[in-house]
């Protein structure tokens, strides 16, 4: 078992700033992908952001890519999403997950992905 635990979201204005923070414990956090998703109101949970067990590989939505970075710290079991220029499309509740698969991909099929956090709100206003 995994469990994990988001932090860091909040209210921010339209280009403003978030970073997320997601603390696991468990299982072998560092054999594991990683991986952000989010969901708006009305809509499905999509992959924003995924990232590998050594952190060398990682995948991005298309309506994130520089301005999203995602990445870990082993040492300290815990993955991080830094959002800049936040968007008002970007206000979601945003959920980390892990594969129990060691040394896995980063796959978009929320299916897929085994465990999860209850979730951050993250609100940008315009």
């Known amino acids: 078992q995994v469990q994990l635990v988001e932090s860091g979201g909040g209210l921010v204005q339209a280009g403003g700033s978030l970073r997320l923070s997601c603390a696991a414990s468990g299982r072998t956090f560092s054999k594991l992908p990683m991986g952000w998703f989010r969901q708006a109101p009305g809509k499905e949970r999509e992959l924003t952001a995924g990232?590998?067990?050594?952190?060398?590989?990682?995948d991005y939505a298309d309506s994130v890519k520089g301005r999203f970075t995602i990445s870990r710290d082993n040492a300290k079991d815990t993955v991080y999403l830094q959002m800049n220029s936040l968007k008002p499309e970007d206000t979601a509740v945003y959920y980390c997950?892990?594969?129990?698969?060691?040394?896995?991909?980063?796959?978009?099929?929320?299916?897929?992905?085994?465990?999860w956090g209850k979730g951050t709100l993250v609100t940008v206003s315009s």
């Open positions: 990232i590998n067990w050594n952190g060398r590989n990682t």
């Open positions: 997950a892990a594969r129990d698969s060691y040394y896995g991909t980063v796959l978009s099929d929320t299916r897929l992905w085994d465990y």
